[in-house]
């Protein structure tokens, strides 16, 4: 039996957005199991994202490349048998919660991309992308024993970011839905 390879092309004009999972997920499902779905995405945020939706799903997650600006996941269908329900970060906050607490300082970690969070992130709020967050795990550890609200564009990013940070170790984690895209509240630009 020959290996299919089928293609789904996502475009997100170099912005990062919540589409390469919704549009893998819908994709994924038109497969067959054994059969590789090649996913194309111009959202950096996508390397991190599919890679986690994947393994948290049980389709067998085979690797990314890059071409130019164009990133190729590929991602084997597994059997609707072995597939587990892709799980949720359980504990989360509001916008407007958080924004309440914003004067007590509190740990905010954003996970968005670099240009994302140039553009407009929250006061205060430290910046470590979805992608490096297991690289920067040392660096966060004495934010252990507080209360990390995690933010991204749209819940998603930082729901992964949560489920990373809760399985080493990092008791008290939340995730910030529904995120910047509904942020109506002050933002602090960086300097580029």
């Given amino acids: 039996m020959t290996q299919q390879l089928v293609n789904l092309t996502i475009d997100c004009k170099g912005l990062s957005c ?40 049980g389709h067998q997650f085979i690797g990314t490349t890059k071409d130019g600006n164009v990133f190729k996941h590929y991602i084997r269908r597994t059997d609707p048998n072995e597939v587990r329900p892709e799980s949720r970060h359980a504990d989360v906050i509001s916008n407007e919660e958080l924004q309440a607490l914003l004067s007590q300082n509190p740990v905010i970690l954003d996970v968005r991309e670099p240009m994302e969070y140039t ?46 940070l809760s399985e080493h170790g990092f008791p008290h984690v939340k995730n910030v839905v529904p995120g910047m895209s509904e942020w109506t509240f002050d933002l602090e630009q960086s300097q580029s």
Wanted: charged share 20%; net charge negative; proline share 7%.
């Fill in 18 to 57: 919540p589409m390469p999972i919704v549009k893998t997920k819908k994709a994924i499902d038109q497969v067959s199991p054994g059969q590789v779905l090649e996913v194309l995405a111009t959202d950096p945020g996508s390397v991190a994202d599919i890679k986690s939706w994947a393994t948290r799903t």
């Fill in 119 to 164: 553009f407009g992130h929250i006061p205060g709020a430290k910046h470590v992308p979805l992608g490096q967050l297991e690289e920067e795990l040392e660096s966060l550890r004495n934010f252990a024993d507080q209360v990390i609200h995690v933010v991204c564009r749209s819940g998603n990013r930082s729901d992964t970011a949560c489920q990373i």
